[in-house]
């Protein structure tokens, strides 16, 4: 069975830094595009990065530019996503996920995670 799970999130202070990080299981990432979206009390899915499978390029959100980064072991099936610089409109729960193309990473993922809260906070 395809399972995705997050972990690592938390409080974080303004301009400090945390890392999430996934393990994926029943499905073979090499095969998808895969990545991070995340979505805010109140808002909708935001895109954060996604590693297409066309090119395996990470392409990431113009909020988080040059403070995330994402890093993936497809050997062992997971992936991270260090950030950096935390901003309080990063509050949010984040979920890891797969999807045929980026463009459907957030709106439409083949599979997902059930997401971990970060909390930008003083």
């Known amino acids: 069975q395809e399972q995705m799970v997050e972990s690592g999130g938390g409080l974080v202070q303004p301009g400090g830094s945390l890392r999430l990080s996934c393990a994926g299981s029943?499905?073979?990432?090499?095969?998808?595009?895969i990545g991070w979206f995340r979505q805010a009390p109140g808002k909708t899915r935001e895109a954060v990065v996604c590693?297409?499978?066309?090119?395996?390029?990470?392409y990431y959100g113009d909020a988080v530019k040059d403070r995330f980064s994402i890093w993936v072991d497809a050997a062992k099936n997971s992936l991270g996503l260090h950030m950096k610089d935390h901003k309080a409109n990063d509050t949010a729960v984040y979920y890891c996920?797969?999807?045929?193309?980026?463009?459907?990473?957030?709106?439409?993922?083949?599979?997902w995670g059930q997401g971990t809260q970060v909390t930008v906070s003083p």
């Open positions: 029943g499905f073979r990432f090499d095969d998808y595009s």
């Open positions: 996920a797969a999807a045929q193309s980026c463009h459907h990473l957030a709106s439409g993922p083949t599979f």
């Open positions: 590693i297409s499978s066309d090119d395996r390029l990470a």
